[in-house]
């Protein structure tokens, strides 16, 4: 499917950057990337074209410490000309779009409601929206960082001149709730589950980044290849995505696991390499078993109960010779007989130049305690 990116205030900026590195070379799925942030020093650090960086908010007397309520307003009246800049530098039509944005903050989260409502007026189109949520360490005085010192907890976040935000967990709460009938679906990525001890959120940036941008790529570029390239049997098309993520603000968490395997093999043990090897069905069914069962009950973007989710995706990639067709179907009678009901899409993905099998996993309509935890945490004295 082709789908085009908008990253929105900082952390948003940033996710998109990565999801731009994270797209295969043979398989492409992006249409465009964009960033809008009100700092223009912000925009200055993404690697996307200027023609593709837009700043906005000059003028309106908008400051660092504005509250949230002052952002939501900012982004109603900015709204059309975020439009504007993507009406005229769009390079393609999409079959789908993805905001990006972190819901700690005011930018992004201020911004983030008036534009989607204005993409899903303006194009029939699903608009999806990739949410980081804040770690309890950003705004709980109390909350552990990891540290073992005598000052853990506060040390960790003042280390690298990163100060706490109080109000990270009552903007996530908000921007959520604004959200809430206006997302086609919400792709959630929990930093407090990925934050290392000791940790701060900028020390995680890049690599948090990196792993939810190649989920991303796993999911959307889906079963496409090059013309001449292998052809998937079973092809997961932006209809299948819309299918799965549906229309309804679905809350949604995304799994990987992946496995590197031999892709050559020697001839007479001369060093001669040949350009394919032959793959015993047994090593392609354990490799597929393996990555499908990561995927599905290893680390998800967020935390939750894989049995909650009303629908479920799987796609299954890697070089062709090890995408066996009945392990592909096992591992996705496994997901369905997890999540339950007929709810339940697979495909394959071929990578003839990759070295890893690997499986996407997509949990959507799931139920989160840690989203209610924020919810909780706002409304607390």
Request: with cysteine; proline share 5%.
């Amino acid at each position: 499917m082709q789908l085009e990116v908008i990253g929105v205030g900082g952390a948003g900026c940033r996710i998109a950057d990565a999801i731009r590195a994270a797209e295969p070379a043979a398989n492409s799925f992006l249409t465009d990337v964009f960033v809008f942030d009100t700092d223009a020093a912000t925009l200055q650090r993404t690697v996307v074209p200027e023609s593709h960086r837009h700043q906005y908010g000059q003028g309106t007397g908008i400051d660092a410490d504005d509250d949230l309520e002052r952002r939501f307003e900012i982004g109603e009246t900015h709204a059309d000309e975020l439009l504007e800049t993507l009406d005229r530098e769009s390079g393609g039509e999409a079959d789908a779009r993805l905001v990006a944005v972190g819901l700690g903050g005011a930018t992004g989260g201020g911004t983030a409601p008036a534009l989607v409502a204005a993409l899903q007026r303006r194009y029939d189109a699903p608009v999806y929206v990739l949410a980081t949520l804040p770690a309890d360490r950003e705004f709980d005085p109390d909350a552990d960082a990891g540290d073992t010192g005598p000052h853990a907890g506060t040390t960790s976040r003042t280390a690298s001149g990163e100060p706490p935000r109080p109000d990270a967990a009552a903007n996530a709460a908000a921007t959520l709730e604004r959200l809430e009938g206006l997302a086609s679906a919400l792709i959630a990525f929990d930093n407090e589950t990925w934050l290392r001890p000791g940790e701060t959120v900028s020390d995680a940036h890049d690599r948090c980044n990196r792993e939810l941008a190649g989920r991303v790529a796993a999911v959307f570029a889906g079963g496409g290849a090059e013309s001449d390239g292998p052809v998937a049997q079973n092809v997961i098309d932006a209809s299948d995505v819309e299918r799965i993520l549906g229309n309804e603000s679905a809350i949604v968490a995304l799994g990987y696991g992946d496995q590197d395997v031999e892709t050559s093999s020697s001839r007479f043990g001369l060093g001669l390499v040949s350009a394919e090897r032959d793959v015993e069905t047994s090593e392609a069914v354990s490799a597929v078993e393996t990555v499908v069962r990561k995927g599905t009950h290893g680390k998800l973007t967020l935390e939750c109960d894989p049995e909650t989710a009303a629908r479920g995706l799987l796609v299954v990639g890697g070089p062709p010779a090890w995408l066996n067709r009945q392990a592909i179907a096992e591992g996705r009678r496994a997901l369905q007989s997890t999540v339950g009901g007929n709810g339940v899409l697979g495909g394959d993905a071929p990578r003839p130049d990759g070295e890893t099998v690997f499986a996407a996993v997509v949990l959507a309509g799931i139920e989160s305690d840690r989203i209610e935890e924020l919810r909780a945490a706002d409304r607390a004295p």
